[in-house]
């Protein structure tokens, strides 16, 4: 009765202790661990006052963290971060104390472009913050020109709290004999910077990470090729559907899960199995674990990623 029990506080995510899951049986020395899943304002939303958030303060659903990965290298005692989230505090925080302590804070943060969720983080490195310098940040041209170029972003470089590491599209950074990393170029609302996806290569396995994009059909690249050709694939999932907002959605376009599975309604169940959705909207239906909408997907096949899964490379 207690293992039911366990089990059902897991599923619903309403234990206080988080739990540690590894999608692969074999753990590997290099691995990605996830740690956000939610959409740039994370969940609860501010202002929402719907069932979705209410679930939130009755008790019933936990905070979700904005949308981020750790890349963890136990070999070389080294850790990375995809995304300088408003929650990075306690996503260091959670690599320091659940995958790797070391003298060094982070190794490095990647970012994929100029959205609230997804670079404001950076301001905690600050003088009213951690007040460190030399923090590497993983940067495209026009990412690495608005930070310099604008404030409050321009005092952290200034005082070389954060220094640069460039970026091309498409060009491979080596960070040690075990991992790679590579930007690509999505469209997206590119009002302040460029918008990159990542490809993260380790010894055995390969991952996507594309958290933001239009919709797939404004890419250059076919997404059920690249799913294709990695072993996992971090795909936007900031929507269920259309109409699922009371704005006009074409304002902030985004693949809706509907039209991804859909893209991959025909590919085979090895194929579907690779993608993980993450960055969640708090209206997405799916970001609540019990209900229909997330069941029917995940029995086509597909995946949802949640903090503290862990991915072998």
Request: hydrophobic share 35%; charged share 25%.
């Amino acid at each position: 009765m207690k293992q039911l029990v366990l089990l059902f506080c897991i599923s619903l995510f309403s234990c206080n202790k988080e739990t540690r899951v590894v999608e692969n049986k074999k753990e590997s020395k290099q691995y990605i661990t996830v740690l956000g899943i939610a959409q740039d304002a994370g969940y609860p939303h501010i202002g929402c006052q719907k069932e979705c958030c209410a679930n939130f303060y009755n008790g019933t659903y936990k905070k979700q963290k904005v949308v981020s990965l750790g890349l963890v290298d136990l070999e070389n005692k080294q850790k990375w971060l995809f995304e300088a989230t408003p929650d990075i505090a306690t996503q260091l925080a959670s690599l320091e104390q659940n995958h790797l302590k070391t003298n060094t804070l982070i190794d490095g943060i990647f970012l994929t472009h100029a959205h609230i969720g997804h670079y404001s983080g950076l301001m905690y490195f600050g003088r009213e913050a951690l007040g460190k310098q030399g923090t590497k940040i993983f940067v495209m041209p026009k990412m690495k020109t608005y930070l310099s170029k604008n404030g409050p972003w321009n005092q952290l470089v200034k005082l070389e709290n954060i220094v640069f590491e460039n970026l091309q599209n498409d060009a491979t950074i080596t960070l040690n004999q075990n991992l790679k990393v590579t930007p690509f170029l999505v469209p997206h609302r590119d009002e302040f910077s460029e918008t990159v996806g990542y490809k993260i290569e380790g010894k055995n396995k390969t991952a996507l990470f594309i958290p933001d994009i239009n919709k797939w059909e404004k890419w250059q690249k076919n997404i059920i090729a690249e799913v294709k050709k990695v072993d996992y694939a971090f795909l936007d999932a900031t929507f269920f559907k259309d109409g699922e907002i009371n704005r006009p959605m074409s304002e902030i376009p985004h693949p809706f899960i509907e039209e991804t599975v859909h893209l991959f309604k025909d590919e085979n169940t090895a194929t579907k199995n690779k993608i993980f959705f993450i960055h969640f909207n708090h209206t997405n239906p799916t970001l609540q674990n019990t209900s229909k909408e997330k069941m029917n997907v995940e029995k086509l096949g597909f995946k949802f990623a949640f903090e503290r899964m862990q991915l072998d490379l």
